[in-house]
């Protein structure tokens, strides 16, 4: 690659997600990677470190993005795509051994969550749930006095959807301290505002389908570590599982990446500005925000992040002829601009009631609407939730 992890090292990270995964500088080479379309590749004798071999084992179009997500996140070793955030999943989760302890918080990704709980169903390992926000807890599920320490911890920060905000830094020093390795699922705050590998974290794990990507055309997965034995295991599973990208898909989140920086600082913003106005809205009975000063993650937030990102969550007030539920639902089917529809991180503005999902903790209030903030101009946006807000006193 062109640019190297060094020279990264020294750029902004604004520069670095338009400059990474170019091919060597030579004349009349393209300035974009092709996509490279085979199933196997010319070899003979045995395969050694760094061959090909068969398009399960490697593909060049993985290449640029697997280097430019490790440059991003201040990895030493090239990040791993997947098919799938799911299957991303799936590997880091295949870290822990038979029989050993999980540590989750409650608030996860719900795919996440259910994953672990059919695993552990199965006897893989012992799973325990956490409120990842209360740091006394999870360190003592992590070295309980009566029982086995855990062998991972999984981190959300923010989580999803409640927004929670863990203190990271102090985690994982006592994940590690139990002998437990960590994974930090940074989907939500992108290297762009949060770096999970600089504060502790052995993994990193992100589902490229959201910001990474950014137009809610592709499905990906990625994780990245800079922990050589880490990799190489994980590597293992990807290609005996069969969990790989497609070269199409990698190519596009690639190109999706190019304006990661662009569009993080708009919806950042955006978002900041909807939570403000919405939180003194009568509709509104409830907002989470860590870029708010009254919320209860944002002395942390403003700690271990640049920024608050792009996600906020309401709840919507009921009245004496509806549930708060049944008025979350009117005021999603009200709007005309934000998108109903699941997923985040897109370019368009997405809102959903999270408890639609049957797979959604109970913990998650009825009432409770994610919205992902996009890219469009904020007075449309503001004006369009205004409007929706307003037609449930209709």
Known sequence: MSLSREHAAELSADTVVVAAGRPERAHDEAVNPPIVLSSTYYGTGALGDGDRGYGRYANPTWDPFEEALAQLEGAELPGLLYASGLAAVNSALSLIPAGGVLVM??????????????????????????????????????????????????????TNPMLGIADVRALTHAAHAAGAVVVTDNTFSTPLVQQPLSLGSDVVLHSVTKYLAGHSDVVLGALVTSNPEIRAELLHQRTIHGGIAGPFEAWLALRGLRTLALRVERSQASAATLAERLKGHPRVEGIRFPGLPDDPGHERARKQMKGFGSILCIQVAGDAGRSAADAADELVKALRLWIPATSLGGVESLIERRRRHTAEPESVPENLVRMSVGIENVEDLWADLEQALGSLDA
């Open 105 to 158: 918080p409650s608030h996860s990704y719900a795919g996440s969550l259910v994953m672990a709980a059919e695993l552990a169903a199965k006897g893989l390992f012992e799973l325990r749930i956490v409120d990842i926000a209360d740091t006394d807890a999870v360190k003592a599920q992590l070295a309980p006095d009566d029982g086995k320490a855990a062998d991972m911890l999984w981190v959300e920060s923010p």
